[in-house]
């Protein structure tokens, strides 16, 4: 099946540092999404991409929709001890109800 | 606005006994729903989704069943658990003008 290359696996960075991660796939999407979730709760979504070279900010996050519609990018500035957590990409293809996610990064913060 | 509810939030059941766990939504008609399992160690494994009420598409094979008797209701059920039906599990809706949005989660404990 279809399967998202999400890197890295996980990341430990200093408190301020940026961070960057992203999602490859040999098929194209047409919808990005990137969903973070806290230990114990169920993911929330962060930003969602629906134009091929879309660039959105949520705050402190940007998301980039690639422009072959095969990748995606997260990025976070100055990160801080809640941006803790596992970040998934997920992809949707047309009228397709299922979503392909990512394995996940999984950030931890350094104070 | 749109609310996902999922209950319980924490389950332990031991071997052989039957399962209910219940997700509603709120705000919206005829959502998309969907239940996934998150095995330790990240991974979302799409196991049901439906399009509408009585409608139900399975995605693996498995000891579980879906069924939507309401809009806006999605149970999860089992006649007799195993202890491989251990995990955390996530019911999660869409529509045409939202992506996947996720409850918090129910923590399964078979013992």
Known sequence: ?111 | SQTIHQWPATLVQPVGSPLSLECTVEGTSNPNLYWYRQAAGRGLQLLFYSVGIGQISSEVPQNLSASRPQDRQFILSSKKLLLSDSGFYLCAWSSSDQPQHFGDGTRLSIL
């Open chain 1, 1 to 111: 099946g279809q399967q998202l290359n999400q890197s890295p696996q996980s990341m430990f960075i200093q408190e301020g540092e940026d961070v960057s991660m992203n999602c490859t796939s040999s098929s194209i999407f047409n919808t990005w999404l990137w969903y973070k979730q806290d230990p114990g709760e169920g993911p929330v979504l962060l930003i969602a991409l629906y134009k091929a070279g879309e660039l959105t900010s949520n705050g402190r996050l940007t998301a980039q929709f690639g422009i072959t519609r095969k990748d995606s990018f997260l990025n976070i500035s100055a990160s801080i001890p809640s941006d803790v957590g596992i970040y998934f990409c997920a992809g949707l293809r047309g009228s397709n109800y299922k979503l392909t996610f990512g394995k996940g990064t999984l950030l931890t913060v350094n104070p």
